[in-house]
């Protein structure tokens, strides 16, 4: 009759435990093992210490027993999602038992811990967060050909940087088409899309060229570093490299009409053409309705055309030239446009020239304003010698007193960033 | 043995809120309270406890032994409480405990008593009040106190200081002291879920029925098994 007593109760730990082993409570790792993407923690509750019985109970600190009992809920959790327990330790203080979980490949952390916080057995579940210490960013960013941008001296690139970048404004660019793979682009696209029709080529030396101006990515150590580098392009292929002579780049009525209705459609806030040519009614009519939403549309001025060319010459339309020009209509900015090194196919960088890569500093430019002032509404400030663009003073507010470094700190500590 | 049914159906479907955590032990010997509990050696000890979110907590020890040839029940405890946090680092409890011991294992379980205590926990340190108005017979009103304390030498090696003292609060039995002290170190080595440990207990004057030495430390060892 005892036997059976006995049995039944070593029978219990057969009843309550998983059947996978329980893994053995490691010491904490390093904070560097915890700072992966891909892993969650939960709390569970961590009762008290109080009185368990068996006097023969060491009564260790941390109550291996009931540690035991955790883990085995934890490891039941785990399991039911896919997770797996990667390492654990108590906090009495706070009276919780952390576990760490590994997410498997496919779920996300959002995803985990809604599933995870479902479990009344969790007390909360959150993500493993990464910090960083504030050690002082270095002023100059490590993009190579930097120094090189004319950028970098004229409009203080990496002093504007400091306060804006575009985070999130997108900017369609309708060209030819971009290398979106190419190491300084990878990954600033949300959309790529070609109407031009045909075989698609992996990519065009314009396209790929004005891409860079406007958004290559800073401070990777490679290439260049675009005016707004924290922008999201919409890769909208309008125009075709022709095969003959200087092969220049061309683009129809048709695909830019498709392409630029395709931005409309899709909430660009800017749209950059840096091409030219004869005024076209129907494309006259859809930039209307993109200057009516707000969006900003920048375009290239060409000199040699009657009024700077369409769609420079559109009223509404912000027209730019290469400022190295000797001269340009009071309506036209001027900004880099001369010797600017950027993105070549290939995963290579070029020099290059031209109003079409000034239209691109402008079109980031104006995604910088965009992040700082979340509208439209903006005055682009010149030089006070001509009609040059000063992207510091279109930020912030400069003067003889405070350069463009002192009113970006200025703005910095208004917008409680430090 | 209705005892032992309790919380055993209290853990039938843990509540989501509950914890359930058990324990099997095999020691050289029982002891509790400075004292060897019945004349079997080894013991094997099945715990099982249930916390409950709202701090009510409960938990059940069986102890059986070998006696002869047959492995029978030298005792059991059973106990239920309260825990709760008072501060990040002090918490208190307050509870029932239920103990009875046989003197032979398989036997009748004749030293009995029924115990109320109160208790405070500083980080590791507890402290313990039981008062007994049973103890191992009826009419006998006793007050327990005990401190207990646990401090981690490595990441897996702990040690453990207990000491208590028991006080008839009436009359005490013929050659009884009125206090009787006994205390006990030990020191535990966990690996994953097991845990082996080894313990040096003692008491102060007073007869130890099942004493097999004339000393009044004594050394035990055993290994457990918690999930």
Known sequence: ????????????????????????????????????SSQVLIMLRLPPLHLRGGATYSGSYGDAASQAARRRIANGIAR???????????????????????????LSVDQAI??????KAVLWAQPVQTYEGRGGVPPAANDPLYLAQPAARAWSLSILHRYVTGRGVRVAVIDSKIELTHPDLAGQFSVDADFVGGTVPLAERHGTGVAGVIAAKANNGLGVAGVAPAARLMALRACWETSTGARPTLCSTLSLARAIEFAIDHDAQIINLSLTGPPDALLDKLLDVALTRGIS?????????PKGGFPASKPGVIAVADESLQTWPATVYGAPGRDIPTTEPGGKWYIVNGSSYAAAHVAGLIALVREQRGSARMRIALRPNGRIIDACATLVSTSSSCDCDCAIRLAQKTRGKS | MLILALPVSILGAPGAHAQVAGRVSIDSQYRS????????SPVVTATISYDHSSGVYAGAVVIAGVQGSEIGVAGYEANIGYAARLTRALSIEAGVQRTAYARRSGGPLGLRYTELYAGLTFRAITARVYYSPDYLRPGRNTLYTEVDGSVRLLPRLNFNAHLGALSDLGTPPPFTARTRIDWRATISQSLGPFEIYTSLSGRGS????????????????GAAFAF
Do not use: H, N
């Open chain 1, 1 to 36: 009759m005892i036997w059976r007593w006995i049995l039944a109760l070593l029978a219990v730990p057969l009843l309550l435990s998983d059947t996978a082993p329980a893994k053995e409570v490691d010491a904490p790792g390093t904070a560097a093992d915890a700072m992966r």
């Open chain 1, 80 to 106: 039911r999602y896919g997770m797996r327990v990667s390492e654990s330790w108590p906090m009495p203080l706070l009276g919780v038992d952390c576990f760490a979980l590994d997410l498997p490949p496919g």
């Open chain 1, 114 to 119: 809604a599933l995870l916080s479902r479990d």
């Open chain 1, 297 to 305: 549309v920048v375009a290239a001025y060409d000199g040699a055309a």
């Open chain 2, 33 to 40: 309270r400075g004292y060897q509990i019945t004349e079997s």
């Open chain 2, 206 to 221: 007073g007869a130890d029925y099942y004493a097999r030495s004339k000393g009044r430390a004594v050394a035990t060892v």
